[in-house]
């Protein structure tokens, strides 16, 4: 029997940004894939790309942290660590983050918790390696607000996976198990987002019914803030 990719979409997650540093820089993206495995003492694992910056960071320092996305925080928080590379862009420059007592950036604004992590295992899986990490430091931030999950943000935000996450699924094949595009939505390019004329953008002011060409031309991604023009 055939391996049904969309099966995957019934696993929950969150959505963090995982960062770390070393003397030299900061780095960070993006996760989803974060999971508590043991409570004493209190130790998360968390998958991460070996194609991403943040994991040669992470391996060079040994120390991590994990911020908590709240649903109703900042999308840009997602635009930049999710959509940028630390190689290129300081993802921290025009965010609010805090230095933790292991020397890790912890961004501390539109998120409910954080963690401060020491690396105590290494698991190497093919295209990710899976980090057993101690927690040291937690606290919470914001406890009147739900978390951003992956299933939100997927079927609310109509966001999609990065291609360094573990949970990507290549358009083509989801297109073969019943995942094709909405008819008559305009992807971006960047993000894989769809925007659905019948649905409209009414966070950001655009009424269900409005096609995608009468769109103001300022209008930008809700995910990753690309503008009209990287549309298809």
């Not at 969150?14 to 780095?27: F, I």
Request: net charge negative; glycine share 8%; aromatic share 8%.
């Amino acid at each position: 029997m055939p391996i049904a990719k969309k099966a995957l979409f019934k696993i929950s997650y969150g959505l963090y940004v995982v960062s770390s540093a070393t003397p030299e820089e900061n780095s960070g993206f993006i996760g989803n894939t974060v999971v508590q495995v043991t409570s004493k003492p209190p130790r998360v694992a968390i998958g991460v790309s070996r194609d991403n910056h943040t994991h040669g960071v992470i391996v060079d320092s040994g120390k991590l942290a994990v911020s908590v996305l709240s649903r109703g925080g900042n999308p840009a928080l997602i635009q930049t660590f999710g959509y940028k590379t630390s190689r290129e862009t300081d993802k921290f420059a025009d965010v609010s983050w805090c230095r933790g007592e292991n020397g890790v950036p912890v961004v501390d604004e539109g998120v409910l918790a954080f963690f401060e992590c020491s690396v105590s295992r290494r698991i190497e899986l093919d295209t990710h390696d899976l980090f057993i990490c101690e927690i040291t430091v937690s606290e919470i931030l914001n406890d009147r607000e739900s978390p951003l999950t992956y299933e939100y943000y997927r079927e609310v935000l109509k966001g999609k996976a990065p291609k360094n996450a573990p949970t990507f699924i290549d358009e083509s094949q989801t297109s073969l198990e019943g995942g094709a595009v909405s008819s008559g939505a305009s992807v971006c390019s960047v993000c894989r987002y769809e925007y659905d004329p019948e649905k409209g953008d009414p966070e950001h002011g655009i009424a269900p019914g409005t096609s995608f060409d009468d769109l103001p031309n300022d209008w930008t991604c809700p995910i990753c803030s690309s503008p009209k023009e990287v549309f298809a």
